[in-house]
């Protein structure tokens, strides 16, 4: 199917990055999930080796590559290991925020070190009240002065502690529509008053730091407020697009990872004298595993075209999301089944591939949130 969206240059890109990855990721893949630590400083090396900035141009470090070469390289990350990607990922999502909304002191301050991957950033949005529901948010933002005083408490957030830049999504102005009085800015780590805990442990994704974030009386200079005061409801929905494009990939590399594996265990066990793909029960997992990554990949791969194309992609990104989520779990599921009792075991990667897929049909926004966005749509016509 990759023949329908890359080009020739872009195969060879692939094989740039598969080199690249079977040096510095493949090696460290296990040792990861086992000491759920991914190392910062291949998260550096990611972002040297232009990963970071697909979606960038080079005059801020990127490559300008475009949206297709950022789900290839999604996928051929999150294939080896997707917490790598996880962990990527707020520095995709942080960067196009910047690069399309930020001013030009913003861009050469924050956006070159986070592409280049000399910074780690995270995206600072879900509250305790707030979470499918973000127009829920208590943060606030109050102008004092040139600077901003922010107070509140974020949770879940991937890279706390880890990041040095936070885009904090507040209220700045408490008194109208949350969808109009909501600002987004850039918080540096260790700024007074910002303090990061780590009170959870998670299901899957290990290595990945989440956590809570808290905001007491913070000073934040004017000069932090990516685009307009109150018009961080837009600039978020804007970045929610591209996160669903970049989770639908990640989703996309497990069930790649997931279909490999279990075509190679098939191929190689036998049960009652046969090779088990000898038999039919197997064969139809196996093609319906197949058929269920390729639409998968297809609504992935439409989404991130018509990105390219500049033509509206929310429905198509929430149709790529919901489905891929879903996917991967049913074929982590499948996997476990083909592998039998080793299946459930550390001793294979399938147990991992389960417990961060489940991952995906929550963050970034639920299925059910992703179903409600794709009805609005259809129901408009
Ligand atoms: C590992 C991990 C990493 C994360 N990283 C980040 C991050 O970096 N930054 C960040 O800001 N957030 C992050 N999140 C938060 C994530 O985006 C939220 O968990 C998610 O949006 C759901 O919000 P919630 O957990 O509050 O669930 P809730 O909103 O409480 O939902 C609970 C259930 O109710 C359903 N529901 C809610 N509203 C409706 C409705 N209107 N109709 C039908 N069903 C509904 C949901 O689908 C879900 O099944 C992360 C979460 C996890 C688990």
């Not at 600072?124 to 600077?147: M, R």
């Not at 808290?214 to 996160?243: A, D």
């Not at 592998?339 to 049909?361: I, S, V």
Request: glycine share 8%.
């Amino acid at each position: 199917m990759e023949k329908i969206f890359y080009t020739k240059k872009d195969f060879e890109y692939r094989n740039e990055i598969r080199d690249f990855l079977a040096k510095e990721l493949d090696p460290i893949k296990e040792e990861i999930n086992i000491k759920k630590e991914v190392p910062v400083e291949l998260i550096r090396k990611i972002g040297k080796k232009g990963l970071i900035g697909p979606l960038i141009p080079e005059k801020y470090n990127g490559t300008n590559k475009g949206f297709i070469s950022h789900v290839m390289i999604t996928e051929e990350i999150s294939k080896l290991n997707v917490a790598v990607s996880v962990t990527r990922t707020p520095c995709i999502l942080d960067s196009y925020t910047l690069y399309r909304f930020g001013n030009e002191f913003q861009k050469e301050k924050f956006l070159k070190k986070i592409v280049s991957g000399e910074k780690i950033a995270s995206i600072c949005v879900t509250e305790e009240e707030a979470g499918s529901n973000v127009a829920g948010i208590k943060t606030t933002a109050l102008k004092d002065g040139n600077d901003y005083i922010l107070n509140g408490t974020k949770k879940f957030i991937t890279n706390a502690g880890l990041a040095d830049y936070y885009l904090v999504w507040c209220l700045t102005d408490t008194k109208v529509n949350p969808r109009v009085g909501m600002s987004v800015f850039v918080v540096e780590k260790g700024t007074p008053g910002f303090e990061i805990e780590h009170p959870y442990g998670l299901l899957g994704l290990n290595g990945v730091v989440n956590g809570v974030l808290k905001f007491n009386n913070v000073r934040i200079p004017k000069e932090n407020l990516i685009g307009e005061e109150n018009k961080g409801y837009q600039i978020l929905m804007s970045t929610f697009n591209i996160e669903r494009i970049t989770l639908s990939s990640e989703c996309n590399g497990i069930s790649l990872a997931v279909l490999n594996d279990s075509k190679k265990y098939a191929r190689e066990r036998k049960q009652f004298e046969r090779l088990i793909t000898d038999f039919q029960l197997i064969k139809i997992k196996i093609a319906e595993m197949a058929t269920k990554m390729n639409a998968a990949r297809y609504l992935t791969y439409g989404a991130a075209k018509l990105a390219m194309l500049g033509e509206k992609f929310a429905k198509e990104a929430s149709m790529a999301k919901a489905f891929a989520s879903k996917t991967a779990v049913e074929i982590a599921l499948d996997g476990i089944q083909i592998y039998g009792g080793n299946g459930y075991t550390t001793l294979y990667p399938m147990e991992r591939y389960l417990r961060d897929a489940k991952f995906f049909q929550i963050g970034g926004g639920t299925s059910e949130i992703q179903n409600l966005i794709i009805a609005k749509e259809e129901l408009k016509k």
